[in-house]
């Protein structure tokens, strides 16, 4: 069994940052991707960036250049780091592993940290 272990959600002010991070465990030998969706209240869960194995690196429009994700494929970790916050970047936010590669239908998804961003 694949768990997804998530911290580092919180309350911050616009204009602040917040790191989160995530440790996949289980026993699992690789992972091919992990990353970050999110999913505020009344819509649908969204990506926010994900690295596959090697470099690929995919990062929603609305982060771009605010938000960096850091992935250590041997311990099968990977952070979130949020800068220059938002309003709107509130929600809750999922670690995602996808052992295979197969797509968002065979994602190990974390149990969610809340992440407020108000004045």
């Known amino acids: 069994q694949v768990q997804l272990a998530e911290s580092g959600g919180g309350l911050v002010q616009p204009g602040g940052s917040l790191r989160l991070s995530c440790a996949a465990s289980?026993?699992?030998?690789?992972?091919?991707?992990m990353g970050w969706y999110r999913q505020a209240p009344g819509k649908q869960r969204e990506l926010v960036a994900t690295?596959?194995?090697?470099?690929?690196?995919i990062y929603a429009d609305s982060v771009k250049g605010r938000f960096s994700i850091f992935r250590d494929g041997a311990k099968n970790t990977v952070d979130l780091q949020m800068n220059s916050l938002k309003p709107e970047d509130t929600a809750v936010y999922y670690c995602?592993?996808?052992?295979?590669?197969?797509?968002?239908?065979?994602?190990?998804w974390g149990q969610g940290t809340q992440v407020t961003v108000s004045p």
């Open positions: 995602i592993a996808d052992l295979h590669g197969w797509g968002p239908d065979y994602f190990f």
């Open positions: 289980g026993g699992i030998f690789t992972v091919n991707t």
């Open positions: 690295r596959s194995t090697g470099i690929t690196e």
